[in-house]
Antibody, heavy 122, light 109 residues
Framework: QVQLQESGPGLVNPSETLSLTCSVS????????WTWIRQSPGKELEWIGH???????YYSPSLESRVSISLDTSKSQFSLKMSSMTAADTAVYFC????????????????WGQGTTVTVSS | QSVLTQPASVSGSPGQSITISCAGT?????????VSWYQQHPGKAPELIIY???SRPSGVSDRFSGSKSGNTASLTISGLRAEDEADYYC??????????FGSGTRVTV
């Protein structure tokens, strides 16, 4: 059974950098694309970025100046760093796996973590 | 601010069919087959119900179906049930780089 689990601070000070980790179990981290998504209190979902171990990372144009996603194959984890946090970044942050059928990525997210709430406040 | 436009709410009676639209542009929905739909119940993570416009993952009811015409994708739920009451989001590959989500639709049964 594939499981994803987000971990990180629930509270971040304004202007600081958020660091979140997603731990993957039950699937090879080198075989899939992995994604970070967030959901604001208003409930809109926002694609932050995604990564593949041999293909680099891709980011939302609106966030790419502040975001970095990396992958640690030895720990079966991938991570999100987001700098210059403001109150507008307060959200539930999800990690997720891309659906793969055969050798092809299907551009959809079939396994999600439970999400972790991040509040930006002093 | 969401890139794909969905109606804020759709309602129907048990047994009826409803359709949720997802309006994009020629740079996302209109260009790629990678349109997907997610169902989200309160306090839970979204769940994939449709991928590649009209394909269902294993275990998803055939009451859910997807389609696309031009820059607009649609999700139809037939034989509406109480457990279908949830929020629904569309998503599309965009600009050859990233993905975008819809604004979300609250379905009331």
């Amino acid at each position: 059974q594939v499981q994803l689990q987000e971990s990180g601070p629930g509270l971040v000070n304004p202007s600081e950098t958020l660091s979140l980790t997603c731990s993957v179990s039950g699937a090879s981290i080198t075989s899939y694309y992995w994604t970070w998504i967030r959901q604001s209190p208003g409930k809109e979902l926002e694609w932050i970025g995604h990564i593949y171990y041999s293909g680099g990372a891709y980011y939302s144009p609106s966030l790419e100046s502040r975001v970095s996603i990396s992958l640690d194959t030895s720990k079966s984890q991938f991570s999100l760093k987001m700098s210059s946090m403001t109150a507008a970044d307060t959200a539930v942050y999800f990690c997720a796996r891309h659906l793969r059928i055969g050798v092809n990525d299907r551009g959809a997210l079939d396994i999600w973590g439970q999400g972790t709430t991040v509040t930006v406040s002093s | 601010q969401s890139v794909l436009t969905q109606p804020a709410s759709v309602s129907g009676s048990p047994g009826q069919s409803i359709t949720i639209s997802c309006a994009g542009t020629s740079s996302d929905v209109g260009r790629y087959k990678y349109v997907s739909w997610y169902q989200q119940h309160p306090g839970k993570a979204p769940e994939l119900i449709i991928y590649e416009v009209n394909s269902r993952p294993s275990g998803v009811s055939d009451r859910f179906s997807g389609s696309k015409s031009g820059n607009t994708a649609s999700l139809t739920i037939s034989g509406l049930r109480a457990e279908d009451e949830a929020d629904y989001y569309c998503s599309s590959y965009a600009n050859g780089i990233t993905y975008v989500f819809g604004s979300g639709t609250r379905v009331t049964v």
